[in-house]
């Protein structure tokens, strides 16, 4: 990827998926794409191998991942410490968004000095 910019990558839902890549995020190469759709059939170690080639790519910025298959991958969160790409969880149409939950605002919080 040429220096002009990196892509966001997704791991959601079909219908955030879907939106994201109307949107016009999608990138599909002979060396894969910047998204998975989960479905309730998707196994726990294909989330986890997205997870890890997403954020091994240079040409990823940032990884959006809907919170309730964050849950499903939350010790690789606990564990990621890069800061590119950043990992940013947000809600799905069908799953409220928790900030207890999100480790980004879990560290925020602690920077500040309220409870982790």
């Given at each position: ?44 170690p ?18 959006l ?41 879990q ?10």
């Amino acid at each position: 990827m040429d220096e002009s910019g990196k892509l966001v990558a997704v791991i959601g839902d079909e219908d955030t998926v879907t939106g994201f890549v109307l949107a016009g995020i999608g990138h599909r190469t002979i060396e894969g794409q910047n998204f998975l759709i989960v479905k309730g059939d998707t196994e726990v170690p294909v989330i986890e191998d997205a997870f890890r080639s997403f954020t091994a790519r240079n040409d990823v910025g940032i990884v959006l991942i809907n919170q309730h298959i964050a849950n499903d991958i939350r010790h690789l969160l606990r564990d990621y410490t890069k800061t590119i790409p950043t990992i940013l969880e947000i809600p799905s149409k069908e799953q409220p968004y928790d900030p207890e939950q999100d480790y980004i605002m879990q560290r925020v919080n602690l920077m500040l000095g309220g409870p982790a």
